[in-house]
């Protein structure tokens, strides 16, 4: 065992006469020369690096897709009775309608209202053969999220326009961005890649809920987070 | 913001009326999406969230007795909700809610250490070895209100928590937060046909399972009724599923005595 050691530290310590001699040979001309190189390279490097991470990073990311059938809020806000409950509503035992059936666009429907190319296709390709719109929902959560609409908008008075910003008064949907490993909806995570955030309704992500919810609901219920309780929003 | 006192949900199971059924397991399965293999026999590779195990008293033919014991999570709270799968979690994946007592479990942020089923006295706590494989058709008729689970993370009893969630939305529908006793009941406590399984808030007196046990607060949840006992009392896993029977041999399988020391 010692000789081994002995024959290892012989080694490096050659190595390192060696390391300590090259620079001495070479300083002069390598310092003046190539320092400002290096220092553009590196700059050239973090760029571009920047570009990738910050711009084309989240384009490769997210898929764009378009909603099956534009819809237009602010058109048929003018035309129900009821508000956003006519067609987005609570039943009887809490639960959330979410995103409208067919059954409550059949009323006006049957028959084709405008002249618009958009309804046409509607009518004929969904009213007419009664089937489900497959619409892309932009705030949907994972799987494994619990989220309540009725103790928010009933108990707790929350503006829909908080969490979802002003989808209610669009003229039309926008598209939809799906990201291509989770399959989660960017609305979710939000636009901004520093994370910054300048609407409520930006993003969704467990955090922004939390920090609400610490700042509103104010509950310490777990033993580990001294936070909500994971169930609270978990199921 | 909320005023209403703190529940502590927990469980009474009176093994003199259980049966051996089996059918709380069953219920359970379908409730809660438990995955299934095509051949279950092998215990320690299989999950079933409860489960039902046979205890016999040991003596030949006219004096033998059999006992069933259905075990769900205990839901243990220790010492300010410090139970023993909490305490050593790495992920924070499992937590305790002062708000409800249940303990939960978040599959999403387990990532499969087994930690937590290493200290559970239990063995309530089960290893997801394979990504759940639904027979064709049935992944149709799971419950979007639980979700399931994928291979490499732990998983257990829930107390049903998605059927609180569920009827704590129609409370807020009416404008209320309390609810009412049989609101919320596990899936268990339904299908039990002999009606053994009871379930309720144990800081509630007016709820039956208060009455059932009479859970002494001060003692760590001690029960103060004689014919009532929780499983490994003395770990002081402070445990919220209490288990009745007037059988003295029965009662005595409920902790590691030795020979030697009585209860």
Redesign the interface.
Known sequence: MSTLDDQAKEVSEDVADRVVETPTQKEGNQVDGSGGFIILFFFIGLIASLILGWIIYPKLLYSQKKQPIDFNHAIHMDLVDDGCESCHF?R????YSGVPKLAQCIDCHEEVQGETENEAVFVQEYVQKQKEVPWLVYSRQ???V?F?H??HV??AQIDCTQCHGHIGESTNLKIYEENRITGYSRDIWGKNMSGYKKNSWDRMKMDDCAECHAK??????????KKD????C?? | MKQEKAKKYGMVIDLDKCTGCGSCMVACMAENNVPFREDESDKLLSIAWMRVYKLTNGKPFPDTDICYLPRPCMHCEGHHGHSPCVSVCPATATDYSEETGIVSQIYTRCFGCRYCMAACPYHVRLFNWWDPVWPDGMEKSLSPNVSVRMRGVVEKCSFCFHRYQLTMDKAHMEGRRELEEDEYQTACTQACPAGAITFGDLNNPKHTVYRMVKPDHKQGGKPKNPKAFRLLERLGTNPKVYYLTSREWVRSMDDNYLKNESK
Request: negative net charge; aromatic residues 10%; proline residues 3%.
């Open positions: 609570f009887e035992d809490g639960s994972p799987d494994c619990f309540s009725v103790v009933k108990t509103e609901k104010g509950m310490e219920s777990s033993v580990q987070t309780a994971c169930f609270v978990h199921k």
